[in-house]
């Protein structure tokens, strides 16, 4: 009896793995399945679609830390100790970790602009540079603000520089990324950092509006102090602007938000 049941043992588990092996057939015939493909972030995309734009002008991406000084972030952009930017309320510090740096003296960059003066003060002029990278400040999210993003800045310093240059600049970046038809205007306004100063906005084609784009101007003579040039003898312009704006733009969305979800969803749709 013993010897028929593991007669009939076997035979039920040899029947069992053909069955298995039938179910787990692969057709090596069939068709293979196309591999999902990735591709490239939209605010990434943007991002090296201004520095190519920027790059065919003659500037060279940089990058720089993104833990800081104060005196990178704040004073040798020329910010007074009073500015409201300095406040916790919109600057994110950290906790020195070197025991001869005070309080408040390393924070999150709120923005690329200390690269102006690394730039400066590590070579003679000329300098074109541009400096893509990610930004810090006490944000709450909403559908235009996040507490991360990404800026693009960039400097431009030489002998005889004017704003018609700054202008011719900042037109050519802008038909490199909305479109030959689009055009800007310049409008007063205040930067510690530049004197004289002027926001930007852009007539973007397939908005069909203007909109505000950046913020621009003449490097201040006291900037180019600081970074032992001497004003009388060059002179320079800069800009700066959210990646992240420009994605939008480029793309239609109007939510930040998307950016940041990872939803493939989304993602995929670039």
Do not use: K
Request: proline share 9%; charged share 20%; net charge negative.
């Amino acid at each position: 009896l013993n010897a028929a049941e593991q007669r009939r043992r076997a035979t039920l588990e040899d029947d069992r793995d053909r069955v298995v092996l039938a179910a787990e057939a692969v057709d090596v015939s069939l068709p293979p399945r196309t591999p999902a493909r990735g591709g490239l972030h939209p605010v990434a995309e943007t991002m090296e679609a201004m520095v190519d734009v920027l790059a065919g002008l003659g500037y060279t991406a940089v990058s720089g830390p993104e833990v800081e000084s104060d005196w990178f972030n704040f004073q040798a952009m020329n910010i007074p100790v009073d500015h409201p930017a300095r406040g916790m309320h919109d600057t994110i510090y950290v906790e020195p970790l070197r025991p001869e740096d005070p309080p408040g003296s390393v924070l999150l960059r709120t923005h690329t602009s200390p690269m102006q003066m690394r730039a400066m003060l590590a070579q003679p002029p000329p300098v074109f540079i541009a400096v893509p990278g990610r930004t810090y400040r006490q944000e709450t999210p909403d559908a235009t603000h996040l507490p991360v993003f990404h800026q693009m800045e960039c400097l431009a310093v030489d002998e005889e520089l004017s704003f018609a240059h700054l202008r011719g600049t900042l037109a050519e970046l802008c038909r490199g990324l909305f479109g030959p038809d689009t055009r800007i205007r310049m409008r007063p306004d205040y930067y510690p950092f530049t004197e004289p100063s002027a926001d930007v906005d852009a007539w973007v084609p397939a908005v069909g509006a203007w909109v505000e784009l950046l913020g621009s101007g003449m490097v201040h003579p006291n900037v180019l102090r600081m970074a032992g040039y001497d004003p009388e003898q060059v002179s320079g312009f800069a800009f700066g602007m959210g990646v992240e704006r420009v994605a939008m733009l480029r793309h239609g969305i109007t939510d930040l938000r998307l950016f940041t979800e990872n939803d493939l969803r989304f993602l995929s749709s670039f």
